[in-house]
């Protein structure tokens, strides 16, 4: 099986309805779809040197995260991209952010993306997500390849892919501009069966 959208079949009528992000349990945390809400806490940590420093993110601004917010629920109907919100079991607050920057169920493949507020780096919680919406997408029969495109300098985040059974492709010369430098990537995939 792989539908990005699931079809409900009434009498003469088949109509169309909107997917809807699971939750997904990472002990005392939450992958839950990502809310309005949300803009100002995520905001606030990418706003954060040392979050951004090895990605291809562009200047962090409250405009630019509120459109990337309100884009990431829009793209949801449709599964067009899926990034859920990482946040607290306890009050909800959106610590993180993990998912699928590009969604192609043509091909059951995806880009993973995320990213994580530092106070809460250091205790394996991304690697958690990282696994927890891998097996989501691929046993749930959505996704077959997973992609991850690093940056050669971003150890932590190479840490976390090589320790969630992600294998390294290929050195992608000058693949992303990040502060006006193309800079070199590392390709990154998981798949669940090729030949
Ligand atoms: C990439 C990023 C999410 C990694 O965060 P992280 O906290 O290092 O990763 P994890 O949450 O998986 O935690 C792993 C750390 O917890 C430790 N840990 C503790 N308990 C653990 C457990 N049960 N399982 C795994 N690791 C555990 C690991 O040893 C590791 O510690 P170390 O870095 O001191 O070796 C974070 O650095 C970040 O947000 N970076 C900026 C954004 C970014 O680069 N995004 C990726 C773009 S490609």
Redesign the pocket.
């Known amino acids: 099986m792989r539908l990005s959208v699931a079809y409900i079949k009434v009498s003469r009528t088949v109509i169309a309805s909107a997917f809807t992000p699971p939750h997904l349990a990472i002990g005392e945390h939450v992958l839950r779809p990502f809310r309005s809400s949300d803009a100002a806490d995520w905001c606030a940590y990418l706003a954060d040197p040392?979050?951004?420093e090895?990605?291809s993110w562009p200047p962090i601004t409250p405009e630019l995260i509120t459109s990337l917010v309100d884009k990431t629920i829009a793209d949801y109907d449709e599964l067009k991209s899926l990034r859920w919100a990482l946040a607290r079991a306890s009050d909800d607050k959106l610590v993180?952010s993990c998912g699928y920057a590009r969604w192609s169920a043509e091909q059951g493949s995806a880009e993973l993306?995320?990213?994580?507020a530092p106070a809460?780096?250091?205790?394996?919680?991304?690697?958690?997500a990282v696994r927890a919406a891998v097996t989501w997408a691929i046993d749930a029969g959505y996704l077959n390849r997973v992609e991850?495109?690093?940056?050669t300098t971003?150890e932590?985040?190479i840490?976390?892919l090589e320790?969630t059974g992600f294998k390294r492709g290929s050195v992608l010369k000058g693949f992303r501009v990040a502060g006006g430098v193309a800079r070199d990537f590392y390709s990154y995939s998981v798949v669940a069966r090729a030949g």
């Open positions: 040392r979050v951004t090895h990605t993180g993306a995320y990213d994580l809460y780096w250091g205790f394996g919680l991304m690697s958690s991850a495109f690093v940056m971003n932590r985040s840490a976390v320790r």
